[in-house]
């Protein structure tokens, strides 16, 4: 069992829908990434939120807003996606973005479909 | 630019049979090097971290090892459930891992 948790764990939409995704940590972890994983591709970095700011976005299109509501609590909201966003959605936590080279733990993701 | 290198894509071995797999990194000041096991349909799984040439670390049959340009994982007597794809990456402190594209590894009864 992860300590990262990720809801759904399958979600189907379509282009029109709005959607979220849920992930939670009680690590008391500081910092808290989304990932996004095509197969057999590694997970390739969304957004970083350390002290619930948002530190660094990878110029990810505006139909993903991410959400940090508290130290424990990551949201991905979704907005009219293409079908090409279809993926693995992974959710990630460490330990304090002031002591460098943290692992990251991940969940086990939410699986997006976009029909 | 920082990139991370992962060899062989794909390894099939017998049960009991022992093997390395490699990750070769650039990074400009390397904080950090990470092993993970992902199994599919779920999230990396954390294995090891090594910070320094020369740093080696073991959990059951595996043992990481890390020098100034490559870490290897080696496998000791694997079985089919260490079947998975293993992930290197690393990370210069700017909170960014830079990921390998990672070795399937299948291990046959």
């Known amino acids: 069992d992860t300590e990262v948790t990720q809801t759904p764990k399958h979600l189907v939409m379509g282009m029109t829908n709005k959607k979220s995704l849920k992930c939670e940590q009680h690590m008391g972890h500081r910092a808290m990434y989304w990932y996004k994983q095509k197969a057999k591709k590694p997970p390739e970095l969304m957004f970083v939120?350390?002290?619930?700011?948002?530190?660094i976005n990878e110029s990810v299109p505006s139909r993903f807003s991410p959400e940090c509501p508290n130290s424990s609590l990551l949201n991905l909201h979704l907005h009219a996606l293409q079908p090409e966003d279809s993926a693995l959605y992974l959710c990630?936590?460490?330990?304090?973005?002031?002591?460098?080279?943290?692992?990251?733990?991940f969940g086990d993701g939410t699986r997006l479909s976009i029909l | 630019e920082d990139q991370v290198t992962q060899s062989p894509e794909a390894l099939r071995l017998q049960e009991g049979e022992s093997s390395s797999l490699n990750c070769s990194y650039t990074v400009s000041g390397l904080r950090g090097l990470f092993w993970y096991r992902q199994d599919p349909g779920k999230g990396p799984e954390f294995l090891f971290t090594l910070y320094s040439a020369g740093e080696e670390k073991e959990k059951e049959r595996l043992k990481a090892t890390l020098t100034k340009k490559e870490s290897f994982l080696h496998i000791t007597a694997p079985k089919p459930e260490d079947s998975a794809t293993y992930l290197c990456a690393v990370t210069n402190g700017a909170d960014k891992l830079i990921f390998g594209t990672g070795t399937r590894l299948q291990v046959f009864p």
């Open positions: 990630a936590s460490s330990q304090d973005p002031a002591f460098e080279g943290q692992p990251q733990h």
């Open positions: 939120y350390s002290y619930e700011k948002l530190s």
